[in-house]
């Protein structure tokens, strides 16, 4: 029997993925109709993800991160809402992301690194 595995994410990975969304439409890549597809699709995710909340743990974590990797904001509050997910114990934990130095910090905090396209 396969393994089934819920998303944890950030409380702000939609909020991310909106501005992404407008963003790429402004540009001319995605329509209006393929806008609204992408939205309702990430909705829908929303649904089955669990979300780790903002917490004075999660930003000093973040802090901390960046002052030991070359991240932005979003990125450390992203592996540090991971961390505070896994109790701060990754190893055969999976961490998925597209950014090569979130991913590079994410595998040096013990993450198992799966990048997406």
Same mark, same amino acid.
């Given at each position: 029997m396969a393994r089934s595995y819920r998303l944890a994410v950030w409380w702000g990975t939609s909020v991310e993925a909106t501005s992404g969304l407008y963003r790429l439409k402004r540009e001319g890549t995605l329509t209006a109709?393929? /806008?609204?597809?992408?939205? +309702? +699709? =990430?909705?829908? =995710?929303? /649904?089955?993800?669990? &979300?780790?909340?903002?917490?004075?743990? @999660?930003r000093?974590?973040?802090?901390? =991160? @960046?002052? +030991?990797?070359? =991240? %932005?904001?979003?990125d450390a509050l992203q592996l540090a809402a991971a961390l505070e997910w896994c109790?701060?114990?990754? %190893?055969?934990?999976?961490?998925?992301?597209?950014?090569?130095?979130l991913s590079e910090a994410?595998?040096? &905090?013990?993450?198992?690194?799966r990048h997406v396209a």
């Open positions: 109709a393929e /806008t609204t597809q992408a939205l +309702r +699709r =990430l909705h829908h =995710l929303r /649904t089955r993800w669990d &979300e780790v909340g903002p917490s004075e743990v @999660l000093e974590t973040a802090e901390r =991160l @960046l002052a +030991r990797y070359k =991240l %932005r904001a979003g109790s701060s114990r990754p %190893r055969e934990r999976v961490f998925i992301g597209r950014d090569d130095d994410a595998e040096s &905090e013990g993450f198992t690194c």
